[in-house]
Each structure stands twice: as structure tokens, then as C-alpha cells.
């Protein structure tokens, strides 16, 4: 691909002309092209600064807030002893119920492989009883049936 842009941070006769254009149509528009023109080429370092200083700012949210930590985050201690036992006991239960759910739904997603599997076989076969019923013969390699 061509590594020179029509459209750069440049003074180049493309970026001339839509920034005159940009004044004799909307003036904000040509005075955006003059700005990308003069300030373009920093704003690749401007972006990855923008972007390293949201990233810093979500994160520490993240650890204040105690997001990102799984679900070891909810099981702090309050205080409260009694309450402390319960949501620890719940949590557990809805531990085991999820596990419960998970290998249901295991077993189902293998049964409907077999069962995608048998109606595959199945029609693989009436194929070929009907292909030799119609006289084509078998095929190399598949033993007749």
C-alpha cells in the first residue's frame, strides 16, 4: 500500500484546498483543516496520552471499587458476623447451583451432538439407498449396505 496520504499534516495542495474549502463553506470547517494541518502530526502522541491517562483513571477506579476482582470481592467482611455466614453460606449454594447448571448443560449440548450426529448418519444412508435404488451404483471407498 502506498504510505504517503492524499490527506496529511502537511502543506500539501490537497490540504490547501479543503481547508479553503472548509472557509468558503463553514468557516469552523477550514479552520478545523488548519488546525489538523499545523497540530496533525502530534495528535497520534496526543491520542496515546488521552488513552493512557483514561486507562490510568479506569483502573484505579476499578481498584477502588474493588471491580475486575471476581466475585472475591463481594465476600469482604462487614462487621457483621451473623450476616457474614449467611452471604457466605448463599454464595456458596448459588455456587453449587451454577455448577449444577453448567454440567446440565453440558449433558444437553452432548446429547444434541448425537442427536445431530444420528440424523446425519440417517440421512446419509437414505441418500445412498436412493442413489443405488436409482441405478448410479456405489460409490469407491463406501462398502454397499
Known amino acids: 500500500m502506498n504510505q504517503s496520504a492524499l490527506i496529511r499534516p ?4 490537497a490540504t490547501i484546498a479543503l481547508m479553503v474549502l472548509g472557509f468558503v463553506v463553514f468557516w ?10 499545523i497540530f496533525g502530526d502530534r ?3 496526543f491520542k496515546k496520552d488521552a488513552n493512557d491517562n ?3 483513571m479506569f483502573a484505579s477506579c476499578r481498584s477502588k471499587f474493588g471491580r475486575g476482582r471476581g466475585r472475591s470481592a463481594f465476600r469482604a467482611a462487614t462487621g457483621n458476623v451473623a450476616f457474614d455466614d449467611w452471604r457466605d453460606a448463599e454464595l456458596a449454594r448459588l ?3 451454577r455448577r449444577k447448571l453448567d454440567e446440565m448443560r453440558e449433558e444437553f449440548d452432548a446429547y444434541s451432538r448425537e442427536l445431530r ?3 446425519d ?3 446419509f444412508d437414505r441418500f445412498m439407498r436412493e442413489r443405488r435404488a436409482s441405478g448410479h451404483g456405489d460409490v469407491p471407498g463406501f462398502p454397499a449396505t
Open 10 to 13: 502537511d502543506w500539501t495542495p
Open 28 to 37: 469552523p470547517l477550514g479552520l478545523a483543516m488548519l488546525a489538523y494541518i
Open 43 to 45: 495528535l497520534k502522541s
Open 54 to 56: 483514561l486507562d490510568g
Open 95 to 97: 455456587d453449587e447451583e
Open 117 to 119: 450426529r444420528a440424523k
Open 121 to 123: 448418519q440417517e440421512e
